[in-house]
């Protein structure tokens, strides 16, 4: 089956210390993007990709870090100067020729 | 004022009703618009897009576009519980790769059986 794995689903962590996101896609799409959902806030953009080695700042990188190595994965890094990082973090991707995003299932970070 | 306007709701309807649920937006410059559904801790699925203005139709939903208005809508017909979820209007200026989306806050819709 194609899609985007993101894992793990549920994440606790300590303030003060960095945790990463994993995002794989096996679509062979070339963008990929981290998006942050709060409630009544809605999804914003945190880091995107368009091609291996080349990622683009979103609306809301500050505290958070991103590589691309593979066009299969675009892990998130969410640094302890994120000053609220208790959050639900979708990754998601689009192709060439297609439209529309893909996302995964999330991942739901909690910061204690 | 933001880009796009989206009503949270919560909307509770009873089963088999008729749903419309609304966007506005204030850049004339969008061009593509989306309609995502979100299940409960779950990413968004696109449900429906269209290109410009016009309607498009697709089983029970139907999507609406009126630039002139700079307002998009989203039918359901004969609306099942199965449809509870949260709605995300989206809209973009232009396609292909590099393509940003500016998003609704969701509306939050319950069918009750």
């Known amino acids: 089956d194609g899609g985007i794995t993101q894992s793990p689903k549920y994440l606790f962590r300590k303030e003060g210390q960095n945790v990463t996101l994993s995002c794989e896609q096996n679509?062979?799409?070339?963008?990929m993007y981290w998006y942050r959902q709060d409630p009544g806030q809605g999804l914003r953009l945190i880091y995107y990709?368009?091609?291996?080695?080349?990622?683009q700042k979103g609306d809301i990188a500050e505290g958070y870090s991103v590589s691309r190595e593979k066009k299969e994965s675009f892990p998130l890094t969410v640094t302890s100067a994120q000053k609220n990082p208790t959050a639900f973090y979708l990754c998601?991707?689009?192709?060439?020729?297609?439209?529309?995003?893909?996302f995964g299932s999330g991942t739901r970070l909690t910061v204690v | 004022q933001k880009e796009v306007e989206q009503d949270p709701g919560p909307l509770s309807v009873p089963e088999g009703a008729i749903v419309s649920l609304n966007c506005t937006y204030s850049?004339?410059?969008?061009?593509?618009f989306m309609w995502y559904r979100q299940y409960s801790r779950k990413g968004p699925e696109l449900l429906m897009y269209?290109?410009s203005s016009g309607n498009k139709e697709d089983g029970r939903f139907t999507a609406q576009v009126d630039k002139s208005s700079k307002y998009i809508s989203l039918f359901i017909r004969d609306s099942q519980p199965s449809d509870s979820a949260t709605y995300l209007c989206?809209?973009?200026?232009?396609?292909?790769?590099?393509?940003?989306?500016?998003w609704g806050l969701g509306t939050s819709l319950a069918v009750n059986p």
């Open positions: 269209t290109y």
């Open positions: 989206a809209m973009s200026k232009n396609a292909g790769n590099n393509r940003k989306l500016i």
């Open positions: 850049n004339s410059a969008f061009q593509y």
């Open positions: 998601a991707t689009t192709g060439t020729g297609g439209f529309g995003y893909t």
């Open positions: 679509l062979n799409h070339d963008a």
């Open positions: 990709s368009q091609i291996v080695n080349d990622f």
